[in-house]
C-alpha cells in the first residue's frame, strides 16, 4: 500500500507518518511544497521527510503522479477543500486533518466529490477512539445515566505558536472556534446522535492580546430534546505549561448519574532543565485512527468519523461564527 502525506504544515503530520511507520508494509511519501515561505524555525520539507525516513516529492504533481493509495492532507485549513477535492478527481482516498473545511458549503463539495468518484474520505477526530468515550457512550446507550440533561466539555490549550498560520486568519479559517470546538462537536454529535437547533457563542483574544484570531471562546448549545451543552474552545494554557491531560473533558449529567471523562488525563508531567515535560501512556489515539484509515482503503468503505461527521462539526463551527457576527452588528443593552 502507499500513502502520502500532504504537507507537514499542521503539527500532527509527523505523528500520522508515526503511526504509519508503526504499522508497517506501507510505502510512504511527502510533499510539503509551501514549506519554504514558513518562517525558518518551523521544520518542514525533505528535510523532515528525510529525519522521519519517508519519501519525498518536490512538487504535488509528482506526489498525484505517484498514485498513492491513500492520503493523509495535513495542509493549512483553507487548503482541505482544494485538496479534498483532488483526491476525488484522482481516485485516491484521503483522510483529512479537522477541520474538514473551512465552510459548510466546501464541505459539501467534499463530500459529494468523494461519493461520486466512490472513494472514502474521513476526518481525523481520533478522540473518537479513546478508551474512554467508548465507555462513556456505552453507559449512555444503556440508560445507565438515565435521561441526558447536559454536557459540560472542554478543549482548551495554548496558542499554536509552532505553526504561524494557525494565527492568521487568511490561512486558518479563524482561532480557538475553528481549532478547538470541532473535536467535541465530534464527540456530541456521536453521543447525542443529533445536532442542536441553538448555538451561541461568545469568544475574545484576553489571554493573547494581538492576536488576529480569537484566542478565548465558549460554545452554548441547545437541542431540540432540550439537552444543553457547553464548549470552552479556549487557547487558554500559558507558553511552557505541560500537557497535564485536561485538553479535552466531558461532564456528562444524567437524571440518573453523572460521568466525567478525560481522554490524555493518562499523562505524566515535570519540569528538567529544558522545561515543561509531558509523556502519555495512554491508548495511541493517532494509531487508532491511521489502522481505521488503512482498513477503509483496503475495503474501499468509509469508517468513522467520515466526511458527514467532518461536515456536521464544521457546520457547527460555522453557526458559532454567525452568533458572534449577530452579537456585533446588535450589540446587547446593559440597563
Known amino acids: 500500500m502507499k500513502i502520502a502525506v500532504v504537507s507537514f504544515a499542521h503539527l500532527h503530520a509527523t505523528e500520522y507518518v508515526a503511526a504509519l511507520r508503526r504499522f508497517g508494509g506501507i510505502e510512504i511519501a511527502a510533499c510539503d511544497a509551501g514549506y519554504a515561505g514558513r518562517p525558518v524555525a518551523e521544520e518542514g520539507g525533505p528535510e523532515l521527510a528525510a529525519k522521519l525516513g519517508i519519501g519525498y516529492f518536490e512538487t ?20 482541505h477543500h482544494e485538496l479534498g477535492l483532488r483526491a476525488a478527481a484522482e481516485g485516491v482516498h484521503a ?10 458549503a466546501h464541505a459539501a463539495e467534499m463530500r459529494e466529490a468523494a461519493r461520486a468518484a ?8 481520533p478522540v473518537r477512539f479513546a478508551p474512554s468515550y467508548a465507555d462513556l457512550r456505552a453507559a449512555v446507550r444503556r440508560g445507565d445515566l438515565g435521561q441526558i440533561v447536559s454536557i459540560a466539555a472542554t478543549n482548551c490549550g495554548g496558542v499554536p505558536t509552532s505553526r504561524d498560520w494557525f494565527v492568521d486568519p487568511a490561512r486558518s479559517g479563524g482561532g480557538a472556534l475553528t481549532d478547538h470546538v470541532v473535536h467535541v462537536a465530534d464527540l456530541l454529535a456521536d453521543l447525542l446522535e443529533d445536532d442542536p437547533v441553538e ?25 431540540r430534546d432540550g439537552v444543553i451543552a457547553s464548549i470552552d474552545c479556549s487557547w487558554s ?16 449529567i444524567g437524571t440518573e448519574g453523572v460521568a466525567e471523562i478525560a481522554p490524555f488525563a493518562d ?10 515535560l509531558a509523556h502519555g501512556w495512554g491508548a495511541p489515539l493517532d494509531d487508532l ?23 456536521r462539526t464544521t457546520a457547527l463551527v460555522e453557526a458559532a461564527y454567525r452568533s458572534l457576527a449577530d452579537q456585533a452588528s446588535s450589540p446587547l443593552e446593559i440597563r
Open 237 to 252: 494554557r500559558p507558553p511552557g505549561r505541560p500537557n497535564s491531560g485536561d485538553l479535552v473533558t466531558l461532564t456528562v
Open 60 to 79: 504535488e504533481e509528482e506526489l498525484w503522479a505517484w498514485r498513492p493509495d491513500g492520503v493523509v492532507i495535513c495542509a493549512e485549513n483553507v487548503r
Open 118 to 125: 466512490g472513494t472514502v474520505l474521513m476526518t481525523a477526530f
Open 267 to 276: 499523562v505524566l508531567t515535570g519540569w528538567n532543565h529544558q522545561g515543561a
Open 199 to 223: 448555538v451561541y457563542a461568545i469568544a475574545n483574544t484576553i489571554p493573547n492580546p494581538g492576536v488576529d484570531v480569537e484566542t478565548a471562546g465558549l460554545v452554548s448549545l441547545r437541542y
Open 95 to 104: 483522510l483529512c486533518e479537522k477541520p474538514l473545511a473551512t465552510s459548510t
Open 289 to 311: 485512527l491511521i489502522r481505521a484509515f488503512l482498513d477503509a482503503v483496503r475495503a474501499g468503505e468509509s469508517r468513522q468519523p467520515d466526511a458527514m461527521a467532518g461536515h
